[in-house]
């Protein structure tokens, strides 16, 4: 039973480039987050899909984007990078419904030069 | 903001039991506490959750005050693959809307040999 899956591994962008990072949920699970986490911080949350629309959002810029398609996978898009959206780029998917642990995958390290 | 409080880091030595205090003492009646680590270059792992009853499944068990402003991760065998960041997260779980994870700076647990 595969569990999250995210790709690709490591990115390196320049500043002002535009990045797709993707995320396949764990099997049998709706529900897909996203979460950037920096170099010694805990990860801090972004956004929330279920049903293909955006369900909640933290404290992000209008730069991050997403998307979840029919078959529950998700990309995290980020536009006109800066040097401070190097990051670790987590996914973390659950079955939607009450009280539902999130099972993360190994994230998408992205390098800004 | 996390609600919840953490030691910076703990010692354990390999074989003994590691009890993890969190401190949450602003938790309401419907949020939930749930622990999880996160092993060097690797996502958060889920561990376990508990609303006010003590939880216990393969990999801990949690023991959280009658008063529920603070909880107990309790590992009973630390071995050095044990060896991670351990985070306490408070999170309101409503139904048809999962509530996001809050992850504070978390516990440095080392077991040591």
């Known amino acids: 039973d595969a569990g999250v899956t995210q790709s690709p591994t490591h990115l390196i962008k320049t500043r002002g480039q535009q990045v797709t990072l993707r995320c396949s949920p764990k099997?049998?699970?709706?529900?897909v987050s996203w979460y950037q986490q920096a170099l010694g911080q805990g990860p801090q949350f972004i956004f929330q899909?279920?049903?293909?629309?955006?369900?909640q959002r933290g404290n992000f810029p209008d730069r991050f984007s997403g998307h979840q398609f029919p078959n529950y996978s998700s990309e995290l898009n980020v536009n006109a990078l800066l040097l401070g959206d190097s990051a670790l780029y987590l996914c973390?998917?659950?079955?939607?419904?009450?009280?539902?642990?999130?099972?993360f995958g190994d994230g998408t390290r992205l390098s800004i030069l | 903001d996390a609600k919840t409080t953490q030691p910076t880091s703990m010692d354990c030595a390999e074989g003994r039991a590691a009890n993890l205090p969190c401190n949450h003492s602003t938790i309401s009646g419907n949020e939930y506490v749930y622990w999880y680590r996160q092993i060097h270059s690797q996502g958060p792992q889920y561990i376990i959750h508990g609303l006010k009853n003590n939880e216990t499944n393969e990999m801990a068990s949690l023991i959280i005050t009658e008063d529920r402003k603070s909880s107990t991760l309790i590992l009973p065998h630390a071995t050095l693959r044990d060896t991670a960041v351990y985070y306490c997260i408070v999170r309101v779980a409503q139904g048809g809307s999962q509530g996001n994870l809050i992850f504070g700076k978390g516990t440095k647990l080392s077991v040591k040999p």
């Open positions: 973390a998917s659950s079955l939607g419904g009450f009280n539902r642990p999130q099972h």
């Open positions: 099997s049998g699970h709706d529900t």
């Open positions: 899909y279920y049903e293909e629309e955006e369900r």
